[in-house]
C-alpha cells in the first residue's frame, strides 16, 4: 500500500502515457455528462466525475471495429486477406469497481470458455487498469446487491481511495507495485488498511439510504429465473414495456453479443466488420428464409435478464451476470431496467 | 483445447465444380488452397462450416459425409443475400472456410440400433452425411430407413443418391410427395403419415429427424406415439450464426448455443431448451 497526495495523482496517468494510450473519465463540458473516453490531456480526466455514461467496455470491445480486410479480384481470382487486430496499449484510469467487473466477466466469457476469441485477446494483451474506490454510491446504482464494489477486489493494477487530502493506492499486481515504486510513492502502513474498511462500510451503508427504486435483490430470484418458473404473463407484462432500441445492452458492460457484416468499400475491397448487438432486435435471430424462431418481445426480453440473473448463465462469468452499475434502469424508456425487472418478478414470488 | 486456426480469419478454397441439384439449389465442390493436395480439415459428419463469400458476408452451412472419401462439398440453397451471391460464382471462383465446428451425430452411442431417417425437402442435406455414414459401416447398425418427403418430384434431394440407396441391400427408402403429380408413381401424402403405415421398428431404434418446424412437428408426434423414446429422437438445429465459437451468442436457445453445444441435439434435450424451434 502507498500513499499519494491528491494534487500529485495525476501523475500516474502521466507515467502511464509514456507507454499507453491513457482513457479516464472525462466530463463533456457541453453536456456534463461523464465520458469515458481517451484522454491527450491527462488534467482532462476527473477522479471525482459520476460513473460514465456508457461503460469503459468499449476499450475492449468497441462498438465497431474492422476485424479484418480483404481484397478479391473476379478476374485474377486473387483473395488478399489482412487481419487486422487492434492491440495497442491501453491504460483505464480511475474505472469504477462495477466497470471493472464488467471487463472481468467479458473476460471469462470470452477468454475462459472452449474457444479463445482472437479479437477481445488482442485487445486485452497489454492493458493497465487503475480503479476508484466509490466513497458514495451513485443514485442509480447498486453493486452492493450484485456484489461488485464499492471497492474493487481483484483484476486491477492499481486501486485508489479517496482518503480527504491524499489517495490509498493499493497495487494488485506485479506490474502495478512496478509503477508505484517507480513514481516513489509514500508507504502506508497497516492502519491504513482499517480505514479503507471503514469508507468501504460506510459507502454500504449510504446505498441503503440513497437507493430508491434501484434495489435489486439479484440472489432472490436467481432460483426463478434459472427454472423458467415465472408466468408467461410477467414476460409478457416486460415485453410490453419494451421499445426494442437495444439501449440496456449497449450501456451495460457485461453485455458481449455482437453481429458480424461485410462492408464493401470499393469494387474489389471489404472490411469484416463486427458491431454490438442486442437480444431486443427482432433481427438477432432472424434466419435467412425469414423463419425467426424468437418473435415476440417477450420472448426476446427474457433472454437478456436470463443472462444477468440465471445461474446457467453466471457459470461462464463465475459471479452473476449482473454487475449493478444501474445503467439499463437509469436509460429505458420503458421502465424495464434490471432493479425494476427483478421487482417485478419477486412480486410475482411473494403473490 | 482447440487445434482449429481458422477461427477468425477464413481460409480460402477454390469452387472446382458446380452441380445443379434441385431449383434454387446447388451442390459446390471445394479445394483448400493452402492444404496439402487441397484436402480439407479433418470433419465429423453433423458439423457444419462457416464460409465466407467475399463481397457478401458470411453464413453456416451443414457439411457432407466423410470428405476424405468423397470431394469437400457444400450444398446450399438460394434463400438470402450470401447465398445468392454464392450461387452467382463460377467455377475457379473463391470462398473462404471458417471451421469445422460443433459437435456431430452420436455414432458411438448408437452402435447396434435401428435407424429411422425423416426429412423434409432440403432437410436430407445434414442427414445425407450421417446416411452415407452408416451406409459405410453397415454392420454395426440393426435396420436402416429412409423416409424423406418433397412438395414435388422435382424437389427431391441428391437424385443419384436415392437410386443407389432404392437398391441398397439392408436399406428401405420411402419416398412420398405431398399432392399428386401425373408420372408420379410413388407414395402420396406427408411425410409424417407414412410412419404408422410402414410398421416401422420401435425396439432398440434411434430416429433422425430433419425438415421444416411444421413437419418436424409432426413427425416427433408420430414417432413418440409409436413409442420411440425422446431421447431416441435426434435432430440438428439451425439458428442464425455469425461467429461458430460460441461469442456472438445469435444462435442462444436457453442455455445452450447451437454452435458450440450442437447442432446435434435429441429431442429431450430440445424440449428442456425452452423456446421455439
Redesign the interface.
Known amino acids: 500500500m502507498y500513499l499519494i497526495k491528491k494534487s500529485q495523482v495525476s501523475d500516474i496517468a502521466k507515467e502511464l502515457q509514456k507507454e499507453y494510450q491513457v482513457y479516464g473519465p472525462v466530463v463533456d463540458k457541453e453536456t456534463k455528462q461523464t465520458m469515458f473516453v481517451k484522454a491527450d490531456d491527462i488534467a482532462e480526466i476527473d477522479l471525482a466525475a459520476p460513473i460514465p455514461a456508457v461503460p469503459p467496455k468499449h476499450t475492449v470491445f468497441p462498438h465497431y471495429e474492422r ?2 480486410a ?1 481484397n ?1 479480384d ?1 478476374q485474377s ?1 486473387k ?1 488478399d ?1 489482412n ?1 487486422d487486430f487492434d492491440d495497442k496499449p491501453k491504460a483505464l484510469f480511475g474505472l469504477r469497481s462495477c466497470d471493472l467487473t464488467g471487463v472481468i466477466c467479458l473476460d471469462r ?2 477468454l475462459g ?7 477481445y485477446k488482442n485487445h486485452r494483451k497489454k492493458m493497465f487498469i487503475v480503479t476508484n474506490t466509490c466513497n458514495v454510491p451513485f443514485k442509480q446504482c447498486f453493486c452492493v446487491c450484485t456484489d461488485s464494489g464499492p471497492s474493487a477486489r481483484e483484476g486491477y493494477d492499481l486501486n485508489l481511495t479517496d482518503l480527504g487530502d491524499q489517495y490509498l493506492v493499493e497495487a494488485g499486481s506485479d506490474k502495478g507495485k512496478a509503477l508505484a515504486e517507480k513514481l516513489g510513492l509514500a508507504k502506508a502502513d497497516d492502519s491504513y488498511k482499517k480505514k479503507k474498511e471503514e469508507i468501504v462500510d460506510e459507502s454500504i451503508l449510504k446505498f441503503d439510504s440513497i437507493a430508491k427504486d434501484n434495489k435489486a435483490w439479484v440472489s432472490r430470484v436467481v432460483n426463478r429465473v434459472t427454472t ?1 418458473l415465472i408466468e408467461e404473463k410477467t414476460w409478457e407484462y416486460i415485453g410490453n414495456q419494451c421499445i426494442e432500441c437495444g439501449a440496456c445492452s449497449f450501456v451495460c458492460p457485461s453485455c ?7 462492408s ?1 468499400t470499393s469494387a ?1 475491397a ?1 472490411d469484416r466488420i463486427r458491431t454490438w ?1 442486442s ?1 431486443s432486435y427482432e433481427g ?6 425469414g ?1 425467426n ?2 418473435k415476440p418481445v417477450e ?1 426476446r426480453r427474457s ?1 437478456r435478464f ?1 443472462c444477468k440473473l ?1 445461474y ?2 453466471s457459470k461462464k462469468y463465475l459471479r452473476p451476470g449482473c454487475v449493478g452499475c444501474g445503467r439499463c434502469q437509469w436509460v429505458c424508456p420503458g421502465d424495464i431496467g434490471l432493479p425494476n425487472v427483478v421487482t417485478y418478478i419477486r412480486r410475482e414470488i411473494q403473490k | ?2 487445434e482449429i486456426n481458422n ?4 481460409e ?1 478454397a ?1 469452387i472446382e465444380e458446380i452441380k445443379d441439384e434441385i431449383v434454387e439449389v446447388k451442390t459446390f465442390y471445394l479445394k483448400f488452397d493452402a492444404r496439402p493436395n487441397g484436402e480439407p480439415p479433418a470433419i465429423k459428419s453433423g458439423q457444419f462450416v462457416m464460409c ?1 463469400v ?6 453456416a452451412v451443414s457439411l457432407p459425409p466423410s470428405p476424405q472419401k468423397d470431394r469437400f462439398h457444400l450444398t446450399v440453397r438460394r ?5 445468392n451471391a454464392l450461387h452467382e460464382l463460377k467455377v ?3 470462398v ?1 472456410i471458417r471451421g469445422p465446428f460443433g459437435n456431430g451425430f452420436p455414432f458411438e452411442e448408437i452402435k447396434g440400433k435401428n435407424i429411422i431417417y425423416v426429412a423434409g425437402g432440403i432437410g436430407l442435406i445434414p442427414l445425407r452425411s450421417s446416411i452415407m455414414h452408416v451406409m459405410q459401416n453397415k454392420d454395426k447398425f440393426g435396420r436402416i430407413l429412409l423416409f424423406l418427403g418433397a412438395r414435388t418430384p422435382k424437389e427431391l434431394m441428391y437424385e443419384y443418391n436415392l437410386k443407389e440407396w432404392k437398391t441398397a441391400p439392408g436399406f428401405e427408402t420411402h419416398i412420398t410427395i405431398d399432392n399428386p403429380v401425373p408420372g408420379w408413381d410413388g407414395e402420396v401424402g406427408f411425410v409424417h403419415t407414412m410412419l404408422k403405415k410402414k410398421n416401422i421398428p420401435v425396439k432398440d431404434t434411434v430416429a433422425f429427424v430433419c425438415g421444416p ?1 411444421m413437419m418436424f412437428n409432426a413427425v416427433i408426434k408420430e414417432l413418440t406415439e409409436l413409442g420411440i423414446g425422446e431421447e431416441n429422437i435426434i435432430s440438428t438445429l ?3 450464426m ?2 461458430g ?6 444462435c ?4 445452450t448455443l447451437v454452435c ?1 453445444d450442437g447442432p446435434v441435439y435429441t429431442f429431450r434435450q430440445i424440449k428442456t431448451l ?4
Open positions: 476485424i479484418m480483404y478479391y473476379p481470382k483473395v486477406i487481419p466469457f470470452y470458455q472452449e474457444f479463445v476469441d482472437e479479437v423458467g458481449s453479443c455482437f453481429n458480424i457484416v461485410d464493401c474489389t471489404a448487438d437480444c438477432y435471430t432472424r434466419m435467412a428464409g423463419h424462431p424468437r420472448d433472454k436470463f440465471s446457467s448463465q | 483445447m482447440s477461427l477468425t480469419i477464413p480460402i477454390t465466407t467475399f463481397g457478401a458476408g458470411e453464413f434463400v438470402g443475400k450470401v447465398t475457379g471462383d473463391k473462404g418446424p439451425e439458428r442464425h455469425k461467429c465459437i460460441g461469442k456472438c451468442q445469435h442462444a436457445i436457453g442455455r458450440t425452452g423456446e421455439q424451434i
